[in-house]
């Protein structure tokens, strides 16, 4: 790879994981205060823990009938699957695989022909105009080179959408499971009522 190569696939790394943590900070901020808003829970140590679900289903309960209601409605009414997100992701997945795809038949293709050319080439041929052949023979490795580079550039962008959909989807999993939680607390407080 050159510098120019190395430069572009620092961007393309600099910019995923920017991506990444603007996902993250928008899921701690806006989604999980969002939840937490009218509640007077202080900290919740993880998704899972007992305390946070004490803590959760304890401010639930102290609510009033009309805070409590509103409440319940605005979460059920929340949906927590960014399906747009998702159909942008699968598309551009779909569309790099495709394209490496075609870059690897390039790279096979290219490889096959330029063996072979090399291979058929006869001795009279190389020793009369031997220049004009060296040119050829650069002509076609320099062509095979850039469109080898190409190929990297893909598979890095590849690679980098792989990451940013694999970190979506455990934010996207981790906001199911706490819009559940609070389902499930909501409910429960809610047949202790009737």
Avoid at 27 to 47: A, D
Avoid at 130 to 147: L, M, P, Q, R, S
Avoid at 158 to 184: G, Q, R, V
């Amino acid at each position: 790879m050159s510098f120019a190569n190395n430069t572009s696939a620092i961007i393309y790394c600099s910019v995923i994981i920017l991506l990444c943590i603007v996902d993250w900070i928008l899921y701690c901020t806006n989604f999980k205060s969002n939840l937490n808003k009218h509640l007077n829970v202080r900290k919740q140590h993880s998704s899972n823990s007992y305390n946070a679900t004490n803590a959760l289903y304890r401010s639930y309960k102290r609510l009033s009938e009309y805070k409590f209601k509103i409440l319940k409605m605005n979460i059920k009414s929340y949906n927590p699957n960014n399906d747009y997100v998702e159909k942008i992701i699968d598309f551009f997945s779909k569309l790099i695989f495709t394209m490496a795809i075609a870059m690897m038949g390039y790279a096979l293709t290219t490889s096959t022909s330029l063996l072979t050319y090399l291979n058929n080439i006869k001795k009279e041929e190389q020793q009369s105009d031997h220049t004009a052949w060296i040119d050829n023979v650069n002509n076609i490795f320099k062509n095979y080179i850039e469109g080898f580079e190409t190929y990297e550039k893909l598979f890095i962008i590849a690679s980098a959408l792989f990451i940013l959909t694999a970190n979506h989807i455990l934010i996207n999993t981790l906001k199911k499971n706490l819009h559940k939680k609070h389902l499930t607390i909501i409910e429960e407080i809610e047949r202790e009522r009737s």
